[in-house]
């Protein structure tokens, strides 16, 4: 089956994991995953270390930016569980999970930390 290059766990779930088209895609959205989570840790540090913004969008910026890392935890997670009969590929997303844990947490941690200077 021809994969379009759409980032959504319903593409994946579209592979079987036996096809050339599989394997092209699955290494694009491990790829894009990776470059989606950081992309978003680099954009909410730098609004911790910036600190110079103290408007609405500071924390809509802080919000969309936890959510990119919050899809993507939730389709490495969701797509490892999908291909647990493909041990050698459910693998392959449990290690972009593991190898960006640290990142991950500090995202969220930069995430309180830009949404507190907004609490009441």
Known sequence: MEHKMEF??????ACTGN??????????FLQECDARL???AKDIGALVDGG??????TIADARAQRA???FCVHALGKCATWFAAKPEIAKRFTDVLDERKNMIEATERNFLTVNGWFET
């Open 19 to 28: 096809a050339i088209s599989d394997a092209d895609y699955l290494k694009w």
């Open 68 to 70: 990119q890392v919050r």
């Open 8 to 13: 959504s766990i319903a593409s994946m779930k």
């Open 38 to 40: 950081s992309s978003a």
């Open 52 to 57: 110079y913004r103290f408007d609405a969008q």
